[in-house]
């Protein structure tokens, strides 16, 4: 798995050098296809629950698993690329966001309070803490910020599957919305182990962090048209703390 991350990062640096005005979503899919497979790897978001694409591109308001498409991106935007690949019989999952040549003040803040409530999160990855650490760590970070953070989508467990148990909230604040909320009450407890490998993943809000299905029926989008940023690391926990199996080198 650190081997199938190191080149997930690689390939996630190669798109990153792509993004500019004008260029479409699924310019960046073609891509990212090609170098997964390039890379003797597989997509593993192509196919997976009938997802039409190896790249998820989301765009401004566009939370997560957009389908890449004609849209072109424009001066002032910022974009989500979202990747995961099938290497040696594993997979790896890692998302970045990116402004597009000059954005706003607060378009730049979000990308950076989203991005350190990530390394917030995978500070507290060690054995002996529970999963409801990091959930809180990323929130009380991304709250004080004066943001929202998505409760309905979450991190999750990686290895021979894509998803696997248990999955990893970015809040410990729960309500209807809360995606499996009993279920995520008992495994928030679960205590961290040497050989876990997971995926964290906060997604963060200018606005409110209510959500909406988008209209290709795979992504999800702000419920108030805020701007959204998405941020993932793929980590094994080690003897003594964690290793960031998707870090860029």
Not at 67 to 85: F, H, Q, W
């Amino acid at each position: 798995m650190a081997e199938g991350g190191k080149i997930l990062a690689g390939i996630i640096d190669k798109l990153a050098g792509m993004v500019k005005s004008g260029i479409k979503a699924k310019e960046l899919d073609m891509a990212a296809e090609g170098l997964v497979l390039n890379s003797l790897s597989q997509c593993s978001f192509k196919g997976h629950e009938g997802y039409p694409a190896c790249l998820c591109v989301s765009i401004n308001e566009e939370i997560v698993h957009a389908v890449p498409g004609e849209r072109a991106l424009k001066e002032g935007d910022i974009i989500s690329l979202d990747l995961g690949i099938f290497y040696k019989g594993f997979h790896s999952d890692m998302a970045i966001t990116l402004p597009v040549g000059k954005i706003s003040s607060e378009a730049k803040k979000l990308i950076d309070v989203t991005k350190k409530s990530l390394e917030m999160g995978i500070e507290k990855i060690k054995p002996g803490n529970c999963f409801g650490d990091i959930s809180r760590a990323i929130q009380k970070y991304a709250e004080g910020q004066g943001f929202g953070v998505v409760r309905e989508l979450c991190g999750h467990g990686i290895g021979k599957e894509l998803h696997e148990d248990p999955q990893i909230l970015n809040s410990v604040s729960t309500s209807k919305e809360t995606v499996d909320k009993v279920k995520y009450l008992g495994e928030a407890k679960i205590k961290l182990k040497e050989g876990m490998v997971f995926c964290i993943e906060p997604m963060i809000t200018a606005g409110d962090w209510r959500i909406r299905k988008s209209d290709d029926g795979f992504g999800y989008k702000t419920r108030d048209n805020s701007l959204s940023a998405h941020f993932e690391h793929t980590i094994a926990v080690t003897k003594s703390g964690h290793q960031i199996l998707t870090e860029s080198k």
